[in-house]
């Protein structure tokens, strides 16, 4: 039992160690994206909105933004704005909310092609990914955020927009993005030595 112990301690520190030093100087922007079209060339730029819907096909809409640091919980910013709809659409609630913590992060093959311009940052530094974050409304709830983007040269598993929990509520069900409709896409930027 020791030996296997010692095994498993000599073999899985090194790996932890790694994770934590690679992530120490990398920054993660994330977005609810517009998505424009001037002149005919696609434009990404912060403040788009993202929905998802409960069970009963009630809705909450979302805008926001952050940032966090890969491989420090601590590091977060960002948060937005919601608002609640019923499922014959009547308004239910809004105000802001704000990220508390992030949860995880998985970083997954993709980026936007360099056709696009991106009023965000750096084009080269787009990626795909999912991120889950704690957040904590104005009226007081909590729940988790669901940021997931599905760029160019990901797997069709990975969908595009957000799902949200609010207090006992899932809204579980992401909007899908169609195209020529601005909402319902998100985007990640890494700036670091990872990317």
């Given amino acids: ?11 899985l520190l090194p790996l932890l160690t790694v994770s934590k ?4 100087d990398v920054t993660v922007r994330w977005d609810l994206v517009h998505l424009t079209f001037p002149s005919g060339i696609p434009n990404v ?27 420090d919980e601590g590091e977060v910013t960002g948060g937005g704005t919601w608002n609640t709809f019923s499922p014959s659409g009547t308004p239910t609630g809004g105000g802001t909310y704000l990220v508390t913590g992030l949860i995880k992060f998985d970083l997954a093959p993709g980026s936007l092609p360099p056709v696009i311009v991106d009023h965000i940052g750096d084009i080269a530094n787009t990626h795909s990914g999912l991120a889950f974050f704690r957040i904590c409304y ?40 169609v195209p020529g409709v601005d909402a319902d896409r998100t985007l990640f930027h890494i700036n670091g030595s990872e990317n």
Avoid at 1 to 11: D, N, Q, S
Avoid at 21 to 24: L, Q, T
Avoid at 48 to 69: H, N, P, Y
């Fill in 1 to 11: 039992m020791k030996r296997r112990l010692f095994l498993a301690i000599v073999i």
């Fill in 21 to 24: 030093a690679k992530g120490d």
């Fill in 45 to 71: 730029a912060a403040g788009g909105i993202d929905s998802a819907r409960a069970q009963d096909s009630s809705k909450i809409t979302l805008t926001g933004s952050g940032t966090f640091q890969l491989g």
């Fill in 138 to 177: 104005s009226d007081g709830s909590r729940g988790v955020l669901v940021v997931s983007c599905n760029t160019t040269g990901v797997p069709a598993s990975i969908f595009e927009g957000v799902t949200a929990s609010k207090g006992y509520v899932d809204y579980w069900n992401h909007e899908n993005a």
